[in-house]
């Protein structure tokens, strides 16, 4: 669980990176993005010290998702503000189903690392949704292609979710 949702906070903030890169000229749009990146960052430093911890070996896929992740964000945002947002929309809808299942796994245990992780956990998840509904309220549904373009990224975050966890 850990290394998997280190590589996603990590994708996470490549993502964003790569969006206020392409979107640099447009200051609403910016300020919006770095509240959902320094949340993210956050997340990101919450699992690095936690793989560390525990030693868990972050995925070796670590560099495609430097790249991956950064393209993805750039790629959305030459597609406009809404596609950007479109793009964080698909995103934060697969990681909360994610961080439910992995909550929902940790329901039963009382053990007090399984406790810390699941409040962990439901943080980021609620943190993901605002991430979502921040989109949504700044016209992601609109954007062109939108089913098209949201279920490419949602099978790109699937593809990235199962990968990290093999390794």
């Given at each position: 669980?850990?290394?998997v949702?280190?590589?996603?906070?990590?994708?996470?903030?490549?993502?964003?990176?790569?969006?206020?890169?392409?979107?640099q000229?447009?200051?609403?749009?910016?300020?919006?993005?770095?509240h959902?990146?320094?949340?993210?960052k956050?997340?990101?430093?919450a699992?690095?010290k936690?793989?560390?911890?525990y030693d868990?070996?972050?995925?070796?896929?670590?560099?495609?998702w430097?790249?991956?992740?950064y393209?993805?964000?750039?790629?959305?945002?030459?597609?406009?503000?809404?596609a950007?947002?479109?793009c964080?929309?698909?995103?934060?809808?697969?990681i909360?189903?994610?961080?439910?299942?992995?909550?929902?796994a940790?329901?039963?245990?009382?053990?007090?690392?399984?406790?810390?992780?699941?409040?962990?956990?439901?943080?980021?998840?609620?943190?993901?949704?605002?991430?979502?509904?921040?989109?949504?309220?700044q016209?992601?549904?609109s954007?062109?292609?939108?089913?098209?373009?949201?279920?490419?990224?949602?099978?790109?975050?699937?593809?990235?979710?199962?990968?990290?966890?093999?390794?």
């Amino acid at each position: 669980m850990l290394r998997v949702n280190q590589a996603g906070e990590y994708g996470a903030v490549r993502i964003y990176l790569g969006q206020m890169a392409a979107l640099q000229n447009n200051p609403k749009a910016l300020k919006t993005l770095e509240h959902m990146l320094e949340q993210e960052k956050e997340h990101l430093e919450a699992f690095n010290k936690l793989i560390i911890d525990y030693d868990v070996p972050p995925t070796l896929l670590t560099p495609l998702w430097h790249v991956g992740g950064y393209l993805m964000g750039v790629t959305s945002a030459l597609l406009g503000e809404k596609a950007a947002h479109a793009c964080t929309i698909a995103v934060e809808e697969v990681i909360e189903e994610h961080y439910q299942s992995q909550v929902d796994a940790l329901s039963a245990s009382t053990h007090p690392r399984d406790v810390q992780f699941k409040a962990l956990f439901q943080k980021c998840q609620q943190e993901e949704s605002e991430h979502k509904h921040i989109a949504i309220d700044q016209g992601g549904e609109s954007a062109p292609f939108y089913p098209i373009l949201t279920n490419l990224i949602k099978n790109a975050t699937r593809l990235a979710i199962f990968l990290s966890k093999k390794g």
